[in-house]
């Protein structure tokens, strides 16, 4: 299978370029940039020794083709431009916002590109209302928008409750911290080392962050209601990770242990997501570098309200990992092909 | 005036040490340890240059006697009988937890020891239903118990907004992240270096954490009713410094205008709180090493709450600078003594 | 291949068992250790999912019986004493300092336990005078030492100069600084997060550290003549990784070119030694949580020194990434089986 | 006393101005800056709270006549022409490079601006050869160079033994770490805070740091012969600090106690530089924030070099501490006022 990735240069990109020499079924086609096309690639990611040869290519229709799977690591906004010129035979599987969002009024009040629709959407533990998983939509799918990084941690945290009925979707509260690679490669002042260590800053504060329609479409398909989320962004000394702290009011009569009950029914087959031990907590640091989602639950009977955590590592799972789970289910292949594997800790 | 410091071997004791070299009015007499007694200071705070030959006493009532203030940085529980045995012209300045609970319940429920009873309480800019300030019942007083770290960024962070009615003190959640000097010089393996950096991770969820009866004491002094607090503190690879972000439900026909006309009035004309300019947020970097605290407010209209943010540093406005801010109140020293001057940035 | 790992809880054994998972022809087969035997080991590693529910056992020989390879990963001065129970059919990796130096008069200088001997020295790239490789002593060896961290970065970066002549031995100087796992995780103030980070320090200073002989034993070597090192070991705020800066005198009439030469020659058929191209410097966020090696050398003509410096993460390559490939060595496999991939970056 | 600041946006410049905000007779002026004029100070430094409301103006002849003191924190090779537009009885203190150097051409090989001549060289506790103290040169002078920040915890940690002749100065090796604040408010992507946190990294390696001829050009001044030195700066994952580790060859006939009566006599009647006690290190964290200099020495007999370190904050003592206590010098203050203080820690 002969994978190219588009918008290489970049954090994510260079993350999917590390996951996709790990697959034992990959064949690393053509790696592509923008303002970098015509680099080296150890150039910008002196990490990946065994590529460092490789040059740089612009994204072109030309470039791309010939390849079973093209995965896309853009700004947003140039993903159904490319696309559009891959043929339907080919899988596509997009690390960009473009086409997560179902609902066009959203992307139009989070996002100031036109709406480009919206394709399978790539998290297959996400528990439904009604039952089912995420996953059931992405077998054979040859279009897939990989999730947020926000997103993902928050609603692995805390879908359970929501499909279960254990927890309100109406009042769901999320504060999370992500590291700093979570901006990408942007050379912006507040990014700079001597200003990122140390410091604890929010930031897209009081429901502007545009992962927050994202986040409200998976909780509102687990709940089977509209799910409501005050999200609080922050950003964390650290160069990878997100932890979310989520809480939403218990639903009446939910003892702490239907709560539990509710979460581990959740997770009990998932290879990837862990519900951890009682007493146990979420680290980022356990993840990094990792597949891996912690998960942890608790209920605060005074405060009446149920606190779901999740740590992931926000460019693994939280974007290349889970690009290549999808890559994994839309071409057949066991979903945790190449996945397996710890991260590296302390 | 002659200032004894009790527990000066920990964290909470250095930083004490740091502030009181820096005071135009005070003479450092007596610094006391525990299991450290004997030691020189430079073996314990190397960075105290000056004070570095001190040698460290132990913490009885011949050697703290005979001193105008006596600041105690005790493990919970040592303060009771240390303050006893001064008298009552001795100002006392207690920065551990054992009186700073009102309620005998509330102490029973969250510490394991007997309930001391509760003193004035230190945080001078509360803002209190009604119309008065924290700093009213500070003046002349001769036993102050410092506020905790976490209850000082949360308090100050929401409760102009409770104090004003523009928010509803039922469901106030909270997540705040902290520096791991927070938690004291415990050797611990969690809070190695190694397992630290990197890592997020929270702990004492679920509503068990020892500040979150001080937190709720403070919102309802300030709201005038009972205030209910969901909180979740996390550790931050970082040493120093607090970042609280707080939400609670707006009250109904309050617009954005009327939210921050409650924050800015409350703290008009506070030295040490600053409201910041829209747009700009917190960030525990621009007050390490100080004793100013930076606040943030805004309404989520689409979730129906306000987001309130706070950052300090822990060990300073959080501890040690509001100890010195409480005993230059308890003596009638202007409050802002020897405590100027900005943060070590970056 | 069934494999043991005693003293598994520490950093080096939970990095041991991190590779040993990733290995396609290994079973890993009983998990020991001294103070937390009878824990599971997800309470000390966390972050090894698919192990979590092993329980840690006590290192005797009846537990580590039955093995084909028996790594060791415990404190200085226990290595023999299991090793002797253990039949010379089992393959046994020492991740200690116990068998590393041929001298017992090193030994006995330097660490203050009985000398236990030597064993094959596991630095496979080691360039020897006259033009032999260190792995040649370690093809089906049943006894094999995993050099220390900072001999294996310190040796990697300047032997080529020595074994081709191009610097003298007699005055090597070493400043390396480390990630503070490199300690342990041993439960001193000095290695709390509070304290590590925004610190830098030095320790060992003066030729004191233990590693100082076996960097000595490695350069002498590969030099074939005494080699005379000053090392100066620091702690940075980081939780991997060793950066060697070293410097020796230049020998009279070598050029720029012929020094680069050197090195190049040293290391182009070498997998996991990388030199860069001239303008790139070694950075250990590069080689995070991998077995590469970045390594660059230039001349100051001006000082006449030669500079060559190394990164490597020092639990793998300079640890447990190093015990697999003795591993491999020992049994026939292929050196780099189950150790190519990229290090975690950023 | 009325001090302007120009090129005030910048790290330097931002911690100019927090100096003088804690200086009894400073009254701050004018503050300049190129592309930030007409911002407002809180958006380049939002940790300087009393002086957020100014407003950053250009840097004219006009906005900085009428000062008594006239401090520059800009860009190399612009002081000479801002410094020409000022009185002769304006005191000019210049934190750049632009007059360090008293050679024209060490100027011209590692500058490329034309040389703009030296001024009097504000290292005021620098030893000279022959038993003076660089402060001799300061005193009522009205143009002083700041020294660089290497240069003074090279200069610091090295130059007693050069001045008492215990070291030799022909070959003097020099590794530094420092916090990457020293690299300025730069947006290049290595100083990212993804990229800087969990690396150490060197730069300019070879001798070709710009800071190379100043280390020599005091070190020469105090050995009273020229002292040659292989230095190689190395990048910390921390904001603040340099740790400067230098070693040079014991002279023939030193003892260790001669080693260490050199370093005592020379630091003994010196404020801000502190001679550790026999078994404590210098760390970057002890000093960051203040002006304080923490130093240790050794002498490994084995090797026959001695090992001397230094530890400054690279900001305070190292840039704008540095530049206060040359006012002070030239103004006929005592040199410590405005100075005194503990560092932050931990």
């Known amino acids: 299978m002969k994978v ?74 140039h993903s159904a431009a490319v696309a559009e010129a891959l043929g339907d035979e080919v899988v596509v599987i997009d690390c960009g916002a473009d086409f997560r969002l179902r609902s066009e009024a959203a992307w139009t009040t989070f996002y100031d590109t036109p709406y480009a629709g919206s394709w399978a959407y790539g998290l297959p533990e996400l528990p439904l209302s009604g039952g089912g998983r995420g996953r059931e ?12 990084c926000y997103p993902t941690a928050v609603t692995l945290a805390m879908a359970p409750g929501l499909a279960s009925g254990v927890v309100e979707a109406e009042d769901v509260v999320v504060v999370a911290a992500s590291g700093t690679s979570g901006a990408g490669k942007s050379l912006k002042p507040h990014l700079l080392g001597a200003e990122v260590m140390g410091s604890m800053s929010p930031y897209g504060v009081g429901g502007g962050h545009r992962h927050t329609p994202e986040i409200e479409q998976n909780l509102s398909a687990a709940a089977g209601s509209t799910a409501t989320v005050s999200f609080t962004p922050t950003l964390a000394p650290m160069p990878r990770g997100i932890l979310a702290t989520c809480t939403a009011r218990v639903a009446a009569g939910t003892t702490a242990d239907m709560v539990r009950e509710a979460w581990r029914a959740a997770y009990a087959d998932e290879l990837f997501v862990h519900l951890l031990e009682p007493g146990a907590w979420p680290s980022t640091a356990h993840v990094t570098g990792s597949n891996h989602v912690e998960v942890q639950v608790t209920l605060d009977e005074r405060a009446g309200r149920v606190i779901a955590i999740a740590a992931i590592d926000n460019l693994a799972k939280g974007t290349a990992g889970a690009a ?23």
Chains 1, 2, 3, 4 share one sequence.
């Open 4 to 77: 190219a990735v588009a918008g290489a240069s970049g954090y994510a990109g260079g993350e999917v370029l590390r996951w996709l020499q790990r697959h034992p079924e990959v064949e690393i086609g053509a790696v592509t940039a923008g303002g970098n096309a015509g680099s080296r690639l150890s150039s910008v990611h002196p990490h990946l020794f065994s590529l460092g040869g490789r040059v740089l290519e612009e994204t072109t229709p030309d470039v791309l083709g010939g390849h079973d799977v093209v995965v896309l690591a853009l700004p947003h906004g």
């Open 137 to 148: 939509a992405l077998g054979g799918t040859s279009r897939i928008a990989v999730p947020g």
């Open 324 to 346: 290549v789970q999808c890559l994994n289910l839309a071409v057949g292949l066991p979903e945790s092909t190449g996945l397996l594997g710890s991260g590296v800790a302390p």
